[in-house]
């Protein structure tokens, strides 16, 4: 029986992806650097935050940890938070969906939680921001006394703070570090294949499952609680594959009380030349027709070079 479901923060719920581009862009200039690709910041982009902008801006990349190299941190933050709390505010990120699925979780008295490795400075205030906050029981973002991911500690403390047992939760997640920790906790692991930056290193850690669409999370929590067959989000099951099975309206079990499911439609960025998967937040209707083994919809950037679909 699924009592609970944790969720990873950055790309799985929350599309941090094109505004770290333009971020690592901004502060490069700022610092009279060549700012470096997209590729290149998706290829380190599992470093730890601090080691991630050192690898980039620190004058010793090859060894970010340094007592030098933590020295020139100073600089790299005030550039990168400058332009951060200069433009996060400016739209939603959530992934198209997330929001109608922890709705809809929370009304089948499905119990959320939240484990990220993205330090609490951001986090806190971005959940704030995303407006899912009342619907979050429990979030354990990143701080100094817990080890990053795949470490189990974390996994462990939310199930703790909870009152959980591993049988009782999924843990749902981007990136081959979250498939790991639900591994060593016991805890049925799902590969969040929307939003993975190497999709093949998430599916080598033998996921229990691989949706491809947020609302498909709802579906997984039907099966496993045996009325999969009853529930009208039985048609977002990933197999056999529908193409509405991300429509963020297709909520047709909402109450009528629960609001416009419309309420956190996308509008485009406002700077648009930083955001190079554009195309992906409008007119969805192509990867929508994508079958679910060739769909990685509104993905950032993946490690081989595309853009659109594996």
Not at 131 to 160: H, S
């Amino acid at each position: 029986m699924v009592r609970a479901v944790i969720f990873d923060w950055d790309l799985t719920l929350w599309n941090s992806w094109g505004i770290h581009l333009m971020l690592m862009e901004r502060t490069a200039l700022d610092l009279g650097m060549t700012p470096p690709t997209a590729g290149q910041v998706a290829a380190e982009f599992h470093r730890p935050f601090r080691q991630h902008l050192l690898r980039f801006f620190g004058s010793a990349p090859d060894n970010a940890s340094r007592l030098e190299a933590e020295g020139e941190l100073d600089a790299i933050l005030e550039s990168y938070l400058g332009h951060y709390h200069g433009n996060v505010g400016r739209r939603n990120y959530l992934f198209p969906g997330a929001a109608s699925l922890l709705r809809g979780l929370h009304r089948r008295g499905i119990r959320i939680g939240l484990l990220s490795d993205k330090i609490s400075y951001f986090g806190d205030g971005e959940l704030a921001q995303s407006g899912l906050a009342p619907l979050v029981e429990y979030a354990d973002f990143k701080t100094d006394d817990r080890p990053y991911k795949p470490a189990p500690d974390g996994l462990r403390r939310v199930l703790n703070a909870m009152n959980l047992a591993p049988e009782d939760a999924m843990y749902v997640g981007d990136g081959p570090q979250d498939i790991i920790c639900a591994h060593r906790v016991g805890v049925v692991s799902v590969a969040a294949l929307w939003a993975t930056i190497d999709r093949d290193a998430v599916l080598a850690q033998r996921p229990d499952y691989r949706l491809h669409r947020p609302h498909q999370v709802m579906a997984v929590v039907a099966e496993a609680n045996g009325y999969a067959d009853t529930d009208p989000w039985r048609r977002h099951l990933p197999w056999p594959w529908r193409p509405d099975a991300d429509n963020p309206a297709d909520d047709q079990d909402a109450p009528a009380s629960a609001g416009s499911p419309a309420d956190y439609t996308e509008p485009p960025p406002a700077n648009w030349q930083f955001w190079p998967h554009l195309d992906g937040w409008q007119g969805r209707s192509r990867e929508l027709a994508l079958p679910p083994e060739a769909a990685n919809p509104i993905a950032p950037l993946n490690r081989r070079g595309s853009t659109g679909a594996n």
